[in-house]
């Protein structure tokens, strides 16, 4: 009991000292229990905005999805669209080339029946190119240098060019009359050509050397697809050999043929010598005047021709030269008219040196 009054002194004597500490503990627990509450307060409207999200997102995800599949439907409904223009756009254009392709066929009905006066340029061009070297005939390789040229054009066919075939097919058939059948006669370069058939159809035995096949063929015919350098001919000679406008493109790169060495006409000619019976003779025809070379072929003047048949014996020679479009004459070049720049060909019946 003797202790209370101490306790009481002390309590009296600390209360002054403990007033301000009471204060700060009160504020502190004041600030604390603020601090609870703001905190509540903040879970609570982070939990609201967590729920607010998870339903954004849901609703976010089935939008999205809901937008995907419309997307989807779109771009199928603009295919099937699509699709049914160019289907549309296809039979549009069928019916055109329909009515086109009638109009067509009875315009050439009526020009099949039509008198020249009627003719009108479009048929003309188309016909030009139907019988030209580029033309339908020619892409199926039936086009055969014909040595006259008719041109049609409105309401008109004139006679265009007379090339050098026109001597040269004759030249060769009277250096065929040398002989008589069934002799073996070789024809280098005998595409575009009907002289391998004309040989055959007489009742000689050709060989026709080309590197395209002949469109045509005979019993009387053999066809050999392959360059003279490579070919083997076997043991039987031939009693002659024709070149027809084919000696200037050896080894140029014309017609398919790989560009070779220099002097490779020399040596084809050499060649030919190789493959004839001891009575064999050459048939040569080719351009003739100022000497020169293009990407085409060659043209030999005096000089490149006798070079050409060093070893060889001329036993006939004729000289053609073009004096207009239409005209071929016997001549030289210094004849020649400036207009046909001396184009000519030369045309040559020769045998090996051995033989003369």
Wanted: no cysteine; aromatic share 6%; glycine share 8%.
């Amino acid at each position: 009991m003797a202790s209370s009054p101490l306790k009481g002194l002390a309590r009296r004597v600390a209360r002054p000292l403990s007033r301000p500490l009471d204060g700060r503990v009160s504020d502190i627990n004041r600030r604390v229990g603020d601090t609870h509450l703001a905190v509540s307060a903040l879970s609570e409207t982070v939990e609201k905005l967590a729920r607010e999200l998870a339903a954004y997102t849901t609703t976010s995800t089935e939008s999205n999805s809901y937008v995907g599949v419309e997307m989807r439907r779109l771009e199928e409904s603009i295919e099937t669209l699509l699709t049914r223009i160019a289907e549309h756009e296809a039979r549009l254009l069928s019916r055109i080339d329909a009515i086109e392709d009638v109009g067509y066929v009875a315009r050439l009905s009526r020009v099949a029946e039509a008198r020249l006066e009627q003719l009108d340029g479009a048929v003309a061009n188309l016909v030009n190119h139907a019988n030209g070297h580029r033309g339908f005939a020619a892409q199926a390789g039936l086009w055969f240098n014909p040595p006259v040229t008719v041109e049609l054009g409105e309401g008109r066919a004139r006679l265009a060019a007379v090339n050098e075939r026109i001597v040269e097919l004759p030249f060769a058939l009277g250096a065929l009359s040398r002989l008589s059948p069934p002799a073996r006669i070789l024809d280098i370069g005998s595409a575009e050509s009907t002289f391998s058939l004309s040989g055959a159809s007489l009742g000689y035995r050709v060989t026709a050397l080309d590197l395209h096949p002949p469109p045509y063929s005979h019993p009387n015919l053999e066809s050999v697809v392959g360059r003279l350098e490579d070919w083997d001919p076997g043991s039987e000679p031939y009693d002659a050999a024709f070149l027809i406008s084919t000696i200037e493109h050896f080894g140029i790169g014309a017609y398919g043929e790989p560009v070779g060495e220099a002097g490779a006409d020399r040596a084809a000619i050499q060649r030919v010598g190789q493959l004839l019976s001891s009575e064999g003779f050459l048939v040569l025809t080719t351009p003739y005047g100022p000497a020169r070379i293009d990407a085409l072929e060659r043209t030999y003047d005096d000089d490149a021709l006798a070079a050409l048949l060093e070893g060889w014996t001329v036993l006939e020679r004729r000289t053609e030269l073009r004096r207009d479009e239409r005209t071929w004459m016997p001549g030289d070049p210094s004849t020649a008219t400036a207009a046909a720049d001396n184009e000519g060909v030369v045309m040559v019946v020769a045998e090996p040196a051995r033989h003369a």
